[in-house]
């Protein structure tokens, strides 16, 4: 029974890797990613962080506008901006529910998606991260139809990576890479924890 189950293991493994190398065969062309994390669980500004940090670790040059969070302190922002081939701009005065001023969330969302064209449009950077860009888009502060026209014809080989809760579908249907972050648990529902430092900020 042993011998049976580590030829059937072999048979497995040896299909999996030539799946896996006809695939990376086929796939030779690159070109530059619409990444979009949604959804509404934990992880993503995380998760584009973590790509960033793999840019970072190339040598290439990483932009980063978070609209919404610009009146908060996290540490992403202190760590990524403090490093050479980074630009990192925040761009909001909080939580729609603290400013409750949509004329001036209008304006400040404006200010950051100027300076996000300004980046996308250089030339310069190689991948650009727009933190909260999809929020700003549900609650309609940018209209979609100007951001999608600069995302779809943003530099051939930079990666764009968007997140925020209840991304449009048009940027879902533009996009190359989509992942939904869905919440199964989280501390501060089930059990009362408040958000902690290394974790959520």
Known sequence: MMKTDEESHLRMTQRRKEGHEKKQAAAAREKGLLIVNTG???GKTTAAFGMAVRVLG???RLGVVQFIKGAL????RDFLGAIANCDFITMGDGYTWDTQNRDADIATAR???D???KMIESGEYQMVVLDEL???LKYEYLPLDEVLAVLTA?????????TGRHAPEALIEAADLVTEMRPIKHPYREQGVKAQRGVEF
């Open 40 to 42: 509404t669980g934990k």
């Open 58 to 60: 190339h040598g290439m």
């Open 73 to 76: 302190h996290t540490s992403e």
């Open 111 to 113: 200010r950051g998606w």
């Open 115 to 117: 300076a996000a064209r």
């Open 134 to 136: 999809c929020t700003v």
């Open 154 to 162: 943003r530099p051939e080989m930079l990666h764009v990576v968007v």
